[in-house]
């Protein structure tokens, strides 16, 4: 048990310093939608400040998003040392679902990939068992998504990135057609169900904070859990990939009233809609044996740990009541356990987990401009 609490700021990740820049190149981005004239093109309004970025082509619509996978390829070096794999297959899955799972929020068909892998250095390309690792575990969650990867760069960064380390990251196109797919919460409203999709763990954030715990285990990344895995194995289990979900739901005619990937932020992610509605929970997934650790370890309150952690909600989805028994469903034939979880309600903008007695108001969640 450490004896001082940790929390994600003491980590070194600080929101309320990391969010206003967000919002201040949110304000200058919007200014440029403008230069799409030349091109004879629009942009969707309402998708600025959401997961991903719409433009209009017509007859469909084409979704876009870069992002990156964070610290937690520093946790598979480290767990390498331990047992001798690379775990690069995992954080390959990782890397593309950061960019899948967040443009399917906006209704998209994730159609291509491209990749980003920034290394400290060209030493590092050398290791062919890692490379090999990264390159099909990168494959696979393209062909699991249905995803053409179209190519990427490979950048030897010396002097930028620390020597032995790589930075990852994925961008990703996406195709909302028909339009009727699109779900940036124009329906959105009191009496819809909220149902959850289950992660497989930690996913890719919140891993400074597990970093920094780590540092703390008199056993490190070592140290076994109750289920008798090692903490840093555990921590390793790839993030979930969502897409055949959605796909899988539109087929049988469900198209979402809205969507949210839970990533940073945790649960408050949740209300990322700008209306004002209340989300509000009568129940809460099973949290993953890796999370809980991390909760008792680092003596988190519920409210510090659905804050920052996912705790074992990766995914949301906003349906029409009559339909969230069967999204429940849909996900579960896919081996996805999901849950109708809660419900929208008229009122403040604010999420009420009530399980846990935990209530985030509007005020905690600034990302739009």
């Given amino acids: 048990m450490t004896t001082t609490p940790l929390n994600y700021k003491s980590a070194g990740v600080d929101y309320a310093k990391i969010d206003p820049l967000k919002v201040l190149a949110q304000q200058a981005a919007s200014s440029t939608a403008v230069n799409l004239a030349r091109h004879g093109l629009t942009e969707v309004p309402a998708s600025r400040g959401e997961s991903a970025y719409v433009l209009d082509m017509g007859d469909f619509y084409l979704a876009s998003i870069t992002e990156c996978l964070g610290t937690k390829a520093l946790v598979a070096d480290a767990m390498r040392a331990i047992t001798g794999k690379t775990y690069y297959q995992a954080i390959a899955q990782d890397t593309l679902a950061m960019a899948i799972n967040d443009i399917i929020t906006v209704g998209a068909t994730p159609i291509s990939a491209h990749a980003y892998w920034a290394a400290g250095g060209d030493e590092w390309f050398t290791d062919q068992e890692r490379a090999a690792d990264l390159v099909n575990g990168w494959k696979a969650a393209c062909d699991a998504c249905g995803v053409s990867w179209g190519g990427g760069e490979t950048p030897s960064l010396s002097g930028v990135v620390a020597p032995g380390r790589i930075d990852l990251a994925a961008s990703c196109v996406g195709l909302v057609r028909p339009k009727e797919r ?188």
């Fill in 182 to 369: 699109l779900t940036l919460g124009a329906k959105l409203g009191a009496g819809d169900a909220i149902v959850l999709l289950a992660s497989s763990g930690i996913h890719a954030n919140g891993v400074s904070l597990a970093r920094k715990l780590a540092e703390r285990l008199p056993q490190g990344y070592a140290t076994p859990l109750e289920d008798g895995r090692l903490f840093g194995e555990a921590l390793l289990d790839p993030t979930v990939l969502y897409s055949p979900v959605t796909e899988a739901l539109a087929k049988a005619g469900i198209v979402p009233h809205y969507s949210a990937n839970v990533t940073g932020h945790g649960w408050l992610k949740i209300m990322r809609h700008p209306a004002a509605l209340t989300y509000r929970f009568t129940s809460v997934p099973s949290v993953p044996p890796v999370l809980r650790f991390m909760q008792q370890q680092a003596q988190l309150s519920e409210r510090e740990a659905y804050s920052s952690l996912n705790m074992g909600a990766g995914f949301a989805l906003f349906v029409a009541p009559e339909q969230a028994a069967q999204a429940v469903a849909t996900a579960r034939q896919l081996g996805i356990a999901a849950y109708h979880a809660g419900v929208v309600e008229d009122g403040p903008k604010r999420v009420v987990i009530e399980p846990i007695k935990v209530e985030f108001a509007q005020d905690e969640l600034s990302l739009r401009a």
